[in-house]
C-alpha cells in the first residue's frame, strides 16, 4: 500500500510539472511557464537540410534546422516554439571560403531564422537574415517553395537592408560596417543575393 501512495505521489508531481505542448500557431489566451509550441503538423520539415544555388560565380549553402528556441518574457516565464535556423556558406569558382557559419553552427545566434506569415500576405512566409558585422541590420527574405515535391525554393528581398535602428546612430568603433550602412548598401556587402532559386540537396 505505501508503495502504491509513492507512485501515485510521483505521478501526480511529474504531472504537474509537465510541459504544455499547443500546436505552432495556437493562440491560447493563457500560457503557462514551459510551454512548448511544438511544429505538431511538420509544417517546417520542408525547410530541414542543406539548399544549394548559384549566385553569380559563387556557390551558396543554405543550412536549416528546426531548433526548439526558449523565449523568456519580462515576467520571466519562459516558453518554448520550434522555428527554423539557418547558417551559410559561400565559397567562389575558384574555391575560396568567403563565409562559413555552417561549419560552427549556431543553435542560438543563427543568421537566418523564422518562417514568419507576411503581415500583408496570410500565404507568404518570411525568413529574417541577421548578416554578422552588420551593427543591428537585417533583411526581410520572401520564401517560395517552387515546386510540390518542395526541393526547391526561391529566397527574395524587396529591399537590400532593413535597420534596427538609425545608421548615424551607430557606433563606428563597435561595427566595421557603419560606412557602408550610412552610404546604403547593397547585395554585395551583405554576401547575400536579393533573389536566389536553391535546391535541397
Not at 101 to 123: C, H, L, V
Not at 157 to 178: H, I, M, Q, Y
Request: glycine residues 4%.
Amino acid at each position: 500500500m505505501k508503495t502504491f501512495l509513492i507512485s501515485i505521489a510521483t505521478l501526480l508531481t511529474l504531472s504537474a510539472h509537465a510541459q504544455k505542448v499547443l500546436p505552432l500557431h495556437s493562440n491560447e489566451a493563457r500560457v503557462s511557464d514551459g510551454t512548448y509550441y511544438k511544429d505538431l503538423d511538420n509544417e517546417l520539415s520542408p525547410y530541414i537540410g542543406t539548399w544549394k544555388g548559384s549566385w553569380g560565380d559563387k556557390t551558396i549553402y543554405l543550412e536549416l534546422r528546426k531548433i526548439k528556441e526558449p523565449l523568456t518574457s519580462k515576467s520571466g516565464k519562459t516558453t518554448y516554439t520550434d522555428r527554423i535556423f539557418g547558417e551559410r556558406k559561400i565559397v567562389t569558382a575558384n574555391g575560396n571560403v568567403l563565409v562559413d557559419r555552417i561549419t560552427n553552427f549556431s543553435q542560438t545566434d543563427a543568421e537566418f531564422f523564422g518562417p514568419f506569415t507576411s503581415w500583408k500576405d496570410k500565404k507568404t512566409k518570411l525568413l529574417e537574415f541577421h548578416p554578422k558585422d552588420m551593427c543591428t541590420a537585417y533583411v526581410i527574405l520572401d520564401v517560395n517553395f517552387l515546386n510540390a515535391e518542395k526541393n526547391k525554393l526561391s529566397l527574395s528581398s524587396k529591399s537590400d537592408l532593413l535597420s534596427l535602428g538609425s545608421p548615424t546612430a551607430f557606433d563606428e568603433a563597435k561595427c566595421s560596417k557603419v560606412k557602408d550602412l550610412r552610404q546604403g548598401t547593397n547585395s554585395a556587402i551583405l554576401n547575400f543575393p536579393r533573389e536566389i532559386v536553391l535546391v535541397k540537396q
